[in-house]
């Protein structure tokens, strides 16, 4: 985005500082993190909104939950200083106990046994495909251990490892 500059990790300004060069009005700063190319603290001139600052910090991430962003964010919303814009990432509703019930257990784990396709696709390394194999296998045979799912091939050794603390295998 024009305008924006990227203070980096050792930004240290106080808000409201003024900017000759967007007309000698106060420019907004707003930091944006999660799910996006340049995390960070970007400078961006008045009347910014939120899919700007997502443009100065180089667009959504590799690992954007989309379908949560496009429940989270307004991306036509306007920006105030000292702003913060988080950009959801896959896995992390599991990570912070949120979802949209059914599917979940105390302490933020999906289960395995009983979450909607759209849970498990919130996992790391879990795509549409690898959730209809879950799904698939549980109609089969519902999963004894979070491990049954490695051992039934259902998924990788290292996918297993990303998911393994954010899932349970319930009842």
């Known amino acids: 985005m024009d305008g924006a500059t990227d203070l980096g990790p050792s930004f240290g300004l106080a808000g409201g500082s003024v900017d000759p060069a967007l007309g000698g009005g106060p420019e907004l700063v707003v930091e944006v993190g999660g ?6 603290v970007y400078r961006l001139p008045p009347g910014s909104r939120v899919g700007d600052a997502i443009v100065a910090a180089g667009g959504f991430g590799a690992r954007v939950d ?10 036509a919303a306007g920006l105030h200083d000292g702003d913060e814009v988080h950009v959801p990432t896959r896995g992390e509703a599991a990570a912070t106990g949120g979802g949209d019930g059914g599917g979940g257990v105390a302490g933020g784990l999906i289960d395995v046994n009983s979450a909607s396709a759209e849970q498990l696709d919130t996992l790391p390394g879990i795509g549409p495909a690898t959730a209809a194999k879950i799904i698939a296998a549980r109609e089969e045979q519902r999963f004894a251990s979070v491990d049954d799912l490695r051992a039934r091939k259902v998924v990788g050794e290292a996918t297993l490892e990303k998911i393994r603390d954010l899932v349970t295998a319930g009842p």
Do not use: E, H, K
Not at 35 to 40: D, S
Not at 66 to 75: C, S
């Open 66 to 75: 989309a379908g949560a962003a496009d429940r989270q964010l307004n991306l």
């Open 35 to 40: 799910a996006v190319a340049r995390p960070g």
